[in-house]
């Protein structure tokens, strides 16, 4: 019989992880069976645990429950602590382990499909929140010259690099006169449409611009591209990190390229 996997999330329906997994398993050539599972808001912990005594062998989180994860799993890898959310369970006789493949994704996003270097560059992370916070440590493990976190509420991006010893915070307003090779956007703006309040020129020659997001054109990135900087979307990031947790259940990590060019064709 297939091993079975889903997503938890509320609202689920329009994750693309079902298919993601499918096509990842088709690869590799595993007997999977993914599916996407509606949690009720208040009630994450039993749709996992019930989820898990039925014979599932890992999920994959999104929002909202992604700290409640955080706090079910038994276990932590150290990008999950570091984090304080989990994205990805492993179900193991009885013991749940929790990890976070959403810095991976974007670090193997950035590096293997777009071919950017970090190391030695000048790295903005816009936002403080729980995206912010999950690619913290995976950007300062490719020793960047500099990684700044910068939020509309300053105070909210210096509690966050206080726990990562090297960053430095600031608010936007702080960040004229300065600029970066690669800026990425780990704030929810693009949902609703709002522009961040970024000074002119903080895009240098030759820079990248990230959008977390994926699947629409914010103004961040419109911003970006007007100041002649490349654009990327979290597309990759979101196969990427997909990737990471197949790994972590199959032991083989999927070729990315063709699943990224069917998502983009599609």
């Given at each position: 019989m297939a091993d079975r996997y889903a997503v938890i999330g509320n609202p689920v329906g329009h994750s693309q992880s079902p298919r993601i997994h499918a096509l990842f398993a088709e690869q590799c050539r595993q007997a999977m069976d993914y599916s996407a599972l509606l949690a009720p808001l208040d009630a994450f912990v039993a749709a996992a645990r019930q989820f898990a005594s039925d014979g599932g062998r890992g999920a994959n989180v999104t929002v909202p429950f992604k700290e409640e994860a955080y706090r079910l799993a038994d276990t932590l890898t150290p990008r999950a602590k570091a984090a304080r959310a989990?994205?990805?369970?492993?179900?193991?006789q009885g013991w749940i382990a929790g990890d976070n493949t959403d810095g991976a994704g974007l670090i193997r996003d950035l590096t293997v499909n777009r071919h950017r270097?970090?190391?030695?560059?000048?790295?903005?992370?816009?936002?403080?929140?729980?995206?912010?916070?999950?690619?913290?440590l995976p950007l300062l493990a490719e020793q960047p010259a500099l990684l700044a976190i910068a939020n509309r509420d300053s105070e909210k991006a210096a509690r966050l690099a206080e726990d990562f010893p090297g960053t430095r915070a600031s608010g936007f307003a702080d960040l004229a006169g300065q600029s970066f090779d690669l800026v990425i956007n780990a704030t929810s703006a693009g949902l609703s449409g709002a522009e961040l309040p970024l000074p002119a020129g903080i895009f240098a020659a030759d820079s990248l611009a990230y959008e977390m997001l994926y699947g629409r054109e914010t103004p961040f990135m419109t911003r970006a591209r007007d100041a002649g900087a490349a654009v990327a979307d979290g597309l990759g990031m979101l196969v990427e990190q997909a990737a990471e947790a197949f790994l972590?259940?199959?032991?083989?990590?999927?070729?990315?390229?063709?699943?990224?060019?069917?998502?983009?064709?599609?």
């Open positions: 989990v994205n990805t369970l492993s179900f193991e270097v970090i190391h030695g560059k000048r790295v903005l992370l816009l936002g403080a929140g729980g995206a912010a916070r999950g690619v913290v972590i259940w199959r032991g083989m990590r999927p070729d990315t390229a063709p699943i990224l060019a069917a998502l983009k064709n599609a």
